[in-house]
Every structure is written in structure tokens, then in C-alpha cells.
């Protein structure tokens, strides 16, 4: 099982960046794509997720508008392309797979129990320059 991040780097306030997940090893369509962020001194923060049966996808409200998800069950990989990018934003960014658990609990588990995923990546680093 892998779980292979890319696309991260060095953008000025306002650019972007097109991040990857690139899966192998497991039903793909069985699962959710989490991206999660840790930035140095605090705690991991779920930013995004996407269920890839059908794509239903989630947002936090600190990237709603500014980042988008989505899955492409052909080459296993989920991509998060984020725009107007913060320095805030910076961070390392990871993505984690959460077996699908159904809809109520993915809700609850995309964000707030990244304790409940079964996979995660290594991690890219995205910074952001004011």
C-alpha cells in the first residue's frame, strides 16, 4: 500500500499549486482521499476529502472558495489544486485513505478523526511567501 504525495513548493501570497495523491495497493473506489495539514507547533488540520465512488466532496471553511478536490479513479490519484494561496496555508501536506464508512460518518471522520484512516502518505511541503 502507498500513498504518494506531490506538487508541493515555494509561491508567492496569492499563486497556486496543484497537489497529487497518487494510491496503489487498495480498492481505490472503496475509500475516501483526505488531505490533511501540520504546520511546525500545531496540530493537523483536515482541509479537504473526497469520497471517490461519487465524489461527494468536503471543504473546511478556512480553504472553502480557495481550494478544490477531486478524484480520477482511472490513475488512482486525487488532486488538490488550490488557488489564492495564504501564508497561512503553508505547512507539510499529507493525504490520508479512510475506508468509505458511509455517509454520516464520512462527514464526521473527513476532518475531525484523522485517527480513523488507514493510510497516509509522507507529506509535501507547501510554503507561502507574503
Known amino acids: 500500500v502507498q500513498l504518494v504525495e506531490s506538487g508541493g513548493g515555494l509561491v508567492q501570497a496569492g499563486g497556486s499549486l496543484r497537489l497529487s495523491c497518487a494510491a496503489s495497493?487498495?480498492?481505490?473506489?472503496?475509500?475516501?482521499i483526505g488531505w490533511f495539514r501540520q504546520a511546525p507547533g500545531k496540530e493537523r488540520e483536515g482541509v479537504s476529502c473526497i469520497n471517490n465512488s461519487d465524489e461527494d466532496a468536503l471543504y473546511a471553511d478556512s480553504v472553502k472558495g480557495r481550494f478544490s478536490i477531486s478524484t480520477d479513479n482511472a490513475k488512482n490519484t486525487v488532486y488538490l489544486q488550490m488557488n489564492s494561496l495564504k501564508p497561512e496555508d503553508t505547512a507539510v501536506y499529507y493525504c490520508?485513505?479512510?475506508?468509505?464508512?458511509?455517509?454520516?460518518?464520512?462527514?464526521?471522520?473527513?476532518?475531525?478523526?484523522?485517527?480513523?484512516?488507514?493510510?497516509w502518505g509522507q507529506g509535501t511541503q507547501v510554503t507561502v511567501s507574503s
Open positions: 495497493g487498495f480498492a481505490f473506489e472503496d475509500y475516501a
Open positions: 490520508g485513505a479512510l475506508y468509505y464508512p458511509g455517509p454520516t460518518t464520512y462527514r464526521e471522520y473527513c476532518f475531525g478523526h484523522p485517527e480513523e484512516y488507514d493510510y
